[in-house]
């Protein structure tokens, strides 16, 4: 276990110092230990006890991707390591090590530009998913965003971490979204990928010949593994309500919005799994919805009623009763014209009914009041509320595949947070936390097992990584989909998963290896370089 | 409370970056999305709620001291709250400014408070105000007033002056408005005169705990010795002084305190309000104007009622107990604006519990002067862009800062317009045809008459 | 900077790949005796001469893998060997009510598998959610000799049967992990891995079917038609052609050309939801109509017309008639192609461009055809311009091919998959990209074997581009 003074390393040495002020200018470096200190806690997504990580050596904030060709380069010069994060939230944004130079992107926040008639816009790091969303809806459009949220950047999303969302249905999933990449090597090359590269603007990622897109990331992103990425074209989506949505009441709980014409949400619930999932299926072949997702029982009241949920989960006859209705998920859809959007409404009706099930409008459930559940989804505004429960939240499996292994992995999911409610890993949140997402007509699926509990809690905190190990190995030992979320537990989770994937760990690191021969670009939650030793696992 | 009492809000905190934007939900334009002016100002995290928090618990944890670079970080904030609300969304175990009200209060303890908040406070000590002019002519300015004393009278209504409105002749007529709407309730109205002392807020905020009780147990006498059922305040500051920070630190003044925006309003509602101003060319002679409105902090989600503090692990507490911002006066202002002639009323983006400050506050504008005129100056940007050529607002102290950036931006060759204008004043104008309320002459404000 | 040397022993052979697990032992042979490795999975003269044996090398031929192991409608999924052709799988998939998005009209022996790993732009937008679609996973082997399979494929679960019982069906295509080697393979022309399989998304054959047509001269306003459609996902294949590439198209297909009356026809086809179909054709038609008419564009109905034989020879898999393998080659046995990316609202003077050129190179205004193909959901189009002509005019044309594609550039095109005389000049503006791209060939292919000498892997190319990065 780390004591709280324990991962601070030696302080920057002059030289290089000197060389970050020259590359960014004096303002933009910083190295006093309190502000080295805030990028330093980062409690989210940490299996390490406690709440602190390596704190990096130096912040330096680069204006352009020129400049971060200079860090990156003065890195490399000086030998240090360094990792770069947009909006930076969860402790593989954070440094992995000592000696770590941390790229802050924020004031790299521009839309740099948007093209309404063939749907894409052009962002740096630092622009979160709600502007650009509020910026693109005055034109009819929307933009896919991802679970974590849209305080989020989806620069960073898309090109280094992961990318379900609920509007996944209809938009994807964030890779699939790039259009062009702009993307500082490890060594500090700047590599522009897809068509913007021969000067065609943003029309392809691909290209020419083999696709660099690859090289930077798979399934999940190298979460600065793999260089500094300081431009990205994104693709865009229709949307067919108003310009801005008037929203009062609150922001979150009791927020009242009126669901415009064209739009409408939906709550199907079903009595068994098997109907759930053939539902799912049908929603699939049907080509309906606009966002999706399970709507998990538990989390849901906790998040949005937390004291009618403490009331529940305490009481055994309430709490079977709830749980009665973990079958279910949350339908949105959005009509491009009345007769779209009744067709759209009739048909979802039409597979409810055919499995068993009822559906009902979500307008006014809850205490997100009315509307305010449809309002939160589509600006994707609940996920912070994922740490009102008990502070924090975990978030394993996530291999994303067929409908059937997404149910499966729901079934084995709760079958282990039995145990580790059991144990005390985490809190009881009536078991069901599993959530269910389609992707593009719901050709597949995806499915994570969260679990809520508190880093405060020493004793809960230190039993995390048994957690997390624990559902690692059964997504081998029981063919859960694939890697998922597992390598928020670091890069040793590559060892653990490779040898049953095609040793892809052995192509990673050799990949990383080429890009990277100093493994200077942050690898903790990637891969080290072939022949580095591997540190800073914890 | 302590520093220390706030490790679980500290350790709690995960970095998901609410406290830097306006709550997602209510975010129109990428424009106007962010809510913390400190770090929209500095950009580093640690200036960021967050940040502040990590700070904090850095140096609790021992891995940094509480040095003068730490007091920088706490300094650099206008204490707006911002960042609560956008946290309380979604968070109901971290309480941000309180944490780091108490990291100021050991900055204060530990010798590190600013040589300009040290100045506030001893102004405070010596005059009862925090300009440090002459206590007894705080209440020169209402001489012709023949409001009651309530020092040696009996009142209905405890007019709370406070010092920004008692020593700023710039203001006057807005003060005299106020009294004009008190006046119209038919109730007897008096002041402390030169008894009054300032509320204690500035001084608290700058992390100087004992001047708010000292003033507070004053301010709780006086009330008593007038009688009054309701202390009246034109003042967002000193709104928020009786109404939360008063109870919270067991000063109870024992009657309600109402903002003058709130006795306008329901004035506005019965049709008197109009009777407050009216004059032979009222109405007819309205000036059209676009107003826009900005809501004070102190008014707004820092003037929330005080709810007590719960007794149990913060995780679970219930959100009416939380000071999340939506219990602030933000109606009553724009109910004013919007029955007065001549006037169209539109919205900024950053409106209610997650509006943009001043910049005023926290000792920014005593300390930090340029960080508190940029923050104003944005507020102006984010104005204009509305097409707005008024500025309301309901304190003095937002007057002063936002009078303060547009001079700066005529300075910089900036001249587009704007009027800034307290709430009361602009009703004056409105129902009673621009004519003053009183002229004043060689307006002066408390700055230039302590310098 | 790690290039791979090129292989100089160079026997010049075929040999026939009787099952994928053998392709490891081919590559290791290679290594082990140091000559190049070509892997050819289609059958029938290339277009582009790709696949045929140059600088002599081994060319290894998959066209023998036939088969298809998995074929589900529940899952809209199949995986198929790299020799099955788009009309081999026809019928499979007609059996299970399902269809795979397929590129124009592709030559009788085209390999379904060496379709996808080129990024062959599929006419249907809708369906094209990314460029590497309809492909999911693939099986891949790199110079090392090691197969690899990618996305979901790569398990858990050791074998293919192992997944399926665990309800895993190959369905995702992204990694595993954290990099993404088919995306690498992909469009790299066999020099970064060859596929002995890939599964792909198959879609739900519409109950019912509308072919419409619009015909104008104005391109502008088609495209602001196309994008008004393609944002809402409405319609099925999309696709626009000039005069002469339709009558080219229904000369080798022996099929009435029709009235093209005017320089541009789009053909647009409607396919009912497979739920409520009346009512989703209705819903459909309804709004294309509207956007139509808003755009001022005359809008046909092609059902029980004359024309409606082309629309459904030109958007389907038509039986091709005896010995003509590609339809491009029927009329004079020879045709050049310059095909690239950019978005429809900017192709116009870049069609009109080429156009110029090679009319003023004597090609005849009816040997010039013309091919806008929506991709990605229609914010990409493919614009495709084919020369028909006989063989020994075609070095008229490939002399000048590379100072044109220059000129293309220049004006913003973006050859994504460029072969022949396009490949120089691409790579010279993206020498950040060729040095990037040794790298990851130094990994997938370190004794350099696979597909010596593609694309940028030329030395002669990897020179000049590294000679722009270094100069700029």
Redesign the interface.
């Known amino acids: 276990m780390s004591l709280a003074t324990d991962l601070i390393g030696e302080p920057i040495g002059a030289d290089a110092l000197s060389d970050l002020r020259s590359a960014v200018g004096e303002r933009w470096v910083r190295t006093d230990p309190h502000v080295l200190d805030s990028y330093a806690a980062q409690p989210f997504h940490k299996v390490e006890v406690g709440v602190w990580i390596h704190r990096p050596i130096a912040v330096v904030m680069p204006g352009d991707a020129t400049e971060v060709a200079a860090v990156v380069k003065a890195c490399n010069r000086h030998h240090l390591r360094f990792k770069a994060f947009s909006t930076g939230w969860g402790a593989h944004a954070g440094a992995g090590f000592d000696n770590v130079v941390q790229i802050d992107l924020r004031r790299m926040n521009r839309i740099l530009e948007l093209d309404i008639e063939n749907r894409t816009i052009v962002v740096e790091p630092y622009v979160t998913c709600a502007q650009i969303q509020a910026e693109v809806m005055r034109h009819g459009l929307n933009l896919h965003i991802h679970g974590a949220g849209s305080n989020c950047s989806p620069l960073a999303n898309a090109t280094s971490h992961m990318g379900m969302g609920f509007s996944s249905i209809s938009m994807g999933y964030s890779p699939r979204n790039l259009m062009g990449i702009e993307w500082i090597l490890p060594t500090g090359e700047l590599v522009q990928v897809g068509s913007f590269a021969t000067g065609a603007g943003w029309v392809s990622p691909d290209g020419p010949g083999p696709s660099l897109r690859g090289a930077i990331r798979g399934f999940a992103g190298a979460d600065g593994g793999i260089g500094v990425f300081t431009r990205v074209g994104l693709k865009l989506y229709p949307w067919s309500g108003p310009a801005e949505i008037e929203v009062s009441g609150g922001s979150f709980r009791g927020m009242q919005v009126e669901i415009p014409p064209l739009n409408g949400s939906f709550m199907c619930i079903f009595s068994n799994l098997e109907d759930y999932g053939d539902a799912l299926y049908d929603i699939g072949y049907a080509g309906i919805g606009y966002a999706q997702f399970k709507a998990a029982t538990g989390l849901g009241l906790a998040i949005g009623e937390p004291e009618l949920f403490r009331r529940i989960r305490d009481e055994p006859g309430f709490r079977e009763q709830v749980r009665a209705f973990e079958n279910q998920f949350i339908v949105i859809i959005g009509g491009h014209t009345q007769e779209h959007f009744d067709y759209e409404v009739a048909v979802l009706g039409d597979i409810v009914s055919e499995h068993n099930g009822t559906m009902n409008s979500t307008d006014g459930l809850m205490a997100t009041g009315r509307g305010g559940l449809w309002w939160a989804v589509i600006r994707n505004s609940i996920a912070p509320g994922m740490f009102r429960p008990t502070g924090n939240f975990y978030s394993s499996m996530g291999g994303d595949e067929a409908i059937a292994n997404a149910l499966r992995q729901a079934t084995v999911g709760e079958e282990l947070k039995e145990g580790f409610i059991a144990e005390g890993s985490c809190a009881d949140d009536l078991v069901d936390n599993a959530h269910t997402l389609l992707y593009e007509n719901g050709l597949y699926a995806h499915t994570e097992e969260l679990v809520l509990y508190d880093h405060r809690d020493r004793e809960q905190n230190r039993k995390l990584k048994g957690l997390s190990d624990t559902v690692m190995h059964s997504i081998v030992e029981r063919t859960l989909g694939g890697g998922g979320f597992s390598f928020f537990a670091g890069a040793y989770a590559h060892e653990v998963l490779g040898p049953h994937m095609e040793n892809y760990h052995l192509w990673q690191r050799r990949l990383k290896s080429a890009l990277d021969p100093e493994d200077l670009s942050d690898s903790k939650y990637f891969i080290n370089s072939e022949g580095v030793e591997a540190a800073g696992h914890g | 409370m302590s520093l220390e009492s706030y490790r ?1 809000d500290m ?8 406290c830097k ?1 306006i ?8 424009r106007w ?1 962010q809510v913390c002016p400190s770090v929209w100002h500095n ?4 200036y ?1 709620g ?6 904090a ?3 609790l ?5 509480f040095d003068e ?2 007091a920088d ?1 706490f300094y650099a904030c206008t204490m707006c709250g911002g960042c609560d609300v956008g946290c309380k ?5 971290i309480d941000l400014t309180d944490t780091f009200h108490e990291a100021r209060a050991r900055a204060v303890e530990l010798g590190f408070a600013r040589l300009e908040h040290l100045q506030l406070v001893e102004n405070m000590r010596a005059e009862n105000n925090v300009f440090g002019l002459p206590r007894d002519e705080r209440a020169d300015w209402a001489a012709d007033t023949s409001l009651l004393d309530a020092n040696s009278e009996q009142v209905d209504i405890l007019f709370h002056v406070g010092c920004r409105f008692s020593y700023d002749e710039s203001q006057r007529d807005d003060l005299l408005a106020a009294v004009e709407i008190l006046r119209t309730t038919g109730k007897r109205v008096g002041t402390s005169g030169t008894a009054e002392a300032c509320c204690g807020q500035r001084a608290y905020e700058c992390g100087f705990d004992s001047e708010l009780h000292n003033f507070g147990d004053d301010m709780v006498n006086r009330v008593r010795t007038s009688g009054a059922s309701m202390v009246a305040v034109a003042c967002s500051d000193c709104f928020g002084a009786f109404n939360y920070l008063y109870p919270r630190n067991g000063k109870d003044l024992g009657v309600p305190v109402r903002h003058i925006s709130e006795i306008a309003a329901e004035l506005a509602a019965d049709g008197s309000l109009v009777g407050a101003f009216s004059t032979p060319n009222a109405t007819a002679a309205a000036r059209p104007r676009v107003v826009t409105y900005h809501d004070p902090c102190h008014l707004g989600r820092r003037g929330e009622d005080y709810a007590g503090e719960f007794d149990g692990p913060k ?2 507490r ?2 009416n107990t939380r000071r999340d911002g ?1 219990g602030g006066r933000y109606d009553a202002p724009r109910d004013v604006l919007k029955s007065l002639p001549g006037v169209t009323f539109v919205e900024m983006q950053r409106v209610r519990e ?1 509006s943009w400050c001043c910049g005023a506050g926290g000792g920014c504008a005593e300390g930090s002067e340029s960080f508190s005129i940029a923050v104003a100056t944005e507020r102006l940007e984010e104005a204009l862009s509305t097409g707005a050529d008024t500025l309301a607002t309901s304190c003095p102290w937002c007057v002063t800062n936002f009078t303060s950036a547009r001079e700066q931006m005529r300075a910089d060759g900036d001249h587009r317009e704007i009027e800034i204008i307290g709430i009361s004043e602009l009703a004056a104008r409105q129902i009673s045809g621009e004519v003053p309320v009183t002229i004043t002459t060689t307006a002066t404000t408390c700055e230039e008459a302590a310098t | 900077m790690t290039t791979p040397p090129i292989p100089t022993t160079t026997p010049t052979d075929v040999v026939t790949v009787a099952a994928g697990v053998d392709l490891g032992n081919h590559i290791r042979q290679a290594v082990s005796e140091g000559y190049g490795l070509v892997a050819r999975s289609s059958t029938g003269q290339a277009r582009h001469g790709r696949g045929t044996v140059s600088g002599g090398a081994r060319l290894l031929d998959l066209s023998a893998l036939r088969r298809v192991p998995l074929l589900s409608a529940r899952e809209r999924v199949a995986i198929v060997e790299a020799g099955v052709t788009y009309r081999q799988l026809q019928p499979l998939l007609d059996a299970e009510g399902l269809r795979l998005c397929h590129p124009l009209l592709p030559p009788a022996g085209k390999s379904v598998v060496a379709s996808l790993m080129d990024r062959e732009p599929p006419m249907a937008p809708r369906h094209h959610w990314d460029f590497t679609d309809p492909m999911l996973c693939a099986e891949l082997w790199f110079g090392t000799g090691d197969r690899f399979r990618t996305g979901s494929a790569a398990g858990p679960g050791a074998t293919l049967e192992e997944q399926w019982r665990a309800g895993m069906f190959q369905k995702n295509p992204l990694g595993p992990a954290q990099t993404d080697l088919a995306k690498l393979a992909q469009g790299a022309q066999g020099s970064l891995g060859f596929a002995t399989w890939t599964s792909v998304r198959l879609e739900l054959r519409p109950e019912i079917r509308a072919d419409l047509r619009i015909c104008c001269e104005d391109l502008s306003r088609i495209a602001g038609f196309v994008a008004a459609i393609t944002r809402r996902r409405l319609g099925e294949e999309i696709l626009i052609m000039d005069r002469c590439q339709l009558t080219r198209i229904a000369e080798a297909l022996g099929v009435s050309a029709g009235e093209a009356t005017h320089r541009w026809s789009l053909l647009l086809t409607v396919g009912s939801l497979p739920r409520r179909p009346e009512e989703s054709m209705a819903m459909q038609l309804r709004q294309i109509e509207e956007l139509a008419a808003a755009a001022g564009l005359p809008l046909e109905h092609l059902a029980g017309t004359a024309d409606q034989e082309l629309m459904m020879a030109v958007t389907s898999l038509p039986e091709l008639p005896a010995k003509i393998e590609d339809w491009k080659l029927a009329a004079t046995g020879g045709c050049r192609e310059l095909a690239f990316l950019t978005t429809l609202d900017r192709a116009l003077p870049l069609v009109d461009h080429v156009r110029s050129r090679w009319l003023g190179l004597g090609i005849g205004e009816g040997s010039i055809g013309t091919y806008l193909q929506p991709l990605n959901q229609g914010r990409t189009c493919h614009v495709e311009l084919s020369a028909f002509v006989a063989p020994a005019e075609a070095s008229t044309l490939d002399d000048t091919t590379a100072v044109l594609v220059e000129e293309l550039i220049d004006a913003g095109a973006f050859f994504s998959r460029p072969v022949g005389a396009a490949i120089a000049p691409t790579f010279a503006r993206c020498g950040d990209v060729v040095r990037t791209l040794h790298k990851v060939k130094a990994v997938l292919d370190p004794h350099g074997v696979l597909n010596p000498g593609a694309l940028c892997f030329d030395p002669a190319i990897a020179a000049a581009a590294f000679e722009e990065v270094s100069s700029s």
Do not use: M, T
């Open positions: 679980c350790e709690g905190c995960s970095r998901c970056s609410s934007w709550p997602l939900a209510q975010i129109r334009s990428q999305s950009d580093f995290h640690a960021s967050s940040g502040k928090l990590n700070v618990l850095s140096i944890d021992g891995r940094s001291d670079s730490a970080i969304v979604y968070r109901n175990d995780i679970d219930p959100d939506r997650f």
